[in-house]
């Protein structure tokens, strides 16, 4: 299903878990995980289906598959690109897992020392990163992530449950549910924005060449590899920071693979090159986005953001403590990921065609299916109408935040940790007798608020910098 989902343009990952995250409800929660754990491999490895064949990303974790995938089918090497992005998004997968399963536990180990201001300052350090590293002005950025907050105001407060924002409606009191905030802002705006364009097919009849094996050599595929390691850390790397996740990170590689190859001037005319950058960093990506989840329950892209309303769901909170009191969840999220990254590479191998044939329904048809979908998801967790309303709701305020190019991403993830970020300064506040002056001076949050600092600096000088450069053009 993630592989569909990911084929599919305009329907991603995010989309595909939030339809699916009221379905593990009602399962035991290792099951509910590896359901959600193929969805998100499937859903970022399928993309690449249409970028090589159709010159449409179908995840924005597959936007640099299409400059160098697209040319490669139309020179007749569609069979070449297609058995290059499958094998080398199969290994940066694979190492990205085992990336996880060294840096997370020890990780961990370290936030178990954590204390209140420290979680307090952690937490404002990913939304400042979250806000300043997504596209786009950092000044809506900021605006998104304290949206999200202030919408995480309303309800009950933490500690002492004084009710707040809630104007005499009883369905407020318990806050706004997480899943049709989720699906609403994610999937009901994005079908509301693919439904303005034109209706009909996302691709004409495509038809692939007969493949032997993968369509390249042992001696190409050996060739490859300094390119995959390094595109694979890149992907690692990016994936842990908060907020950016394998949309950056397929880019950011394939930049790297043209400024360190011989011959740059290839790149965007069918250079393999381009085409193993970038589908190895976005799954590699994968696994680092899972590492502050599990480790620091902070979410590392708008997948894991989701895949904490999975674990929220059945009770389970991710962090330091998730490895000693979930163990068999944790090694089962592990077992997960592996078995989907086999799964994936065999059905991309051996369902191509069948794959191709999905690009070619009706969005008319398409479309009614999901967004019924998604209302059903809704209400299916608490049997509340007032949540289909909410869905509804925030479709349109997510379609409208889209229209006005504010980032959805720091907006949620703000409502995520929002409640965090407050209740660990209340409990902080309570320990200090009401001083503030500790969660700024203290050795590690003073770290986590410097880099925080760098950061918007960063981005400011960044924006002026560009700024200067299409004056002077």
Known sequence: MGLIFGSIPGLTATMAIAICLPITFGMD???GMALLMGLYMGGVSGGLIPAILLKLPGTPSSIATTFDGYPMA???????????????????????IAALMLIAPPLAKLALHFGPMEYFAITMLALTLISSLSDGSIIKGMLGALLGMALALVGSAPIDSYPRLTFGISDLNAGFNLLPVLIGLFAVSEIIKISESKVGSLSGNILIDKIKGFGFSVKEFSGQLWNFLRSSLIGIGIGILPGIGGGTANIVAYAAAKNRSKTPEKFGKGMPDGVVASESSNNAAVGGALVPLMALGIPGDTVTAMLIGGLVIHGIQPGPLFFTQNTDIVYGIFAALIIANIMMIVLLFFGMRAFINILSVPRHLLLPIIIVLCAVGAFAENNRIFDMGSLLFFGVVGYLLIKAQFPITPI?????LGPIAETNLRRGLMATQGDFLPFLTSPIPLAFWSVALITVLFKIWKSHKQKGVVIRE
Do not use: D, M, T, W
């Open 29 to 31: 929660p290792g099951a």
């Open 74 to 96: 139309q020179n007749g090497q569609a069979g070449k690109a297609l058995g290059l992005a499958i094998v080398f998004s199969f290994l940066g997968g694979l190492l990205s």
């Open 412 to 416: 949620i993830l703000g409502f995520i």
